[in-house]
């Protein structure tokens, strides 16, 4: 699997995801940059409505492992580290 087949993955199953009160979803990391090895993970950061935090998050993970078949590192624009923040420029986003 590679970049553009979970970008693909993602805009087939966004009203699934937007269900479970994601506004947004990005693509960062190794899957991202081409740089993914057998057995890695794929790195989602996700806007989510704060309501929905506490009731969907692990449902929207099980889901997004369910879907690709392998491990989802989730997360939470508003919980990312000061350090981190870089990320929210350099993922690929799908709107939900």
């Not at 979970?6 to 995801?17: D, L, V």
């Not at 935090?53 to 692990?58: D, G, H, K, Q, V």
């Amino acid at each position: 699997m590679n970049k553009k087949q979970i970008i693909k993955k993602i805009e087939e199953n966004k009203k699934r995801i937007g269900e479970r009160g994601v506004e947004r979803i990005g693509l960062f990391g190794s899957y991202l940059k081409g740089k993914q090895k057998k057995g890695s993970d794929i790195d989602f950061l996700i806007q989510i409505k704060d309501e929905k935090i506490a009731e969907n998050y692990f449902e929207l993970l099980f889901y997004l492992e369910r879907l690709f078949k392998r491990k989802i590192d989730l997360v939470i624009e508003g919980d990312l580290r000061p350090e981190l923040k870089y990320v929210k420029k350099e993922a690929h986003y799908v709107k939900v």
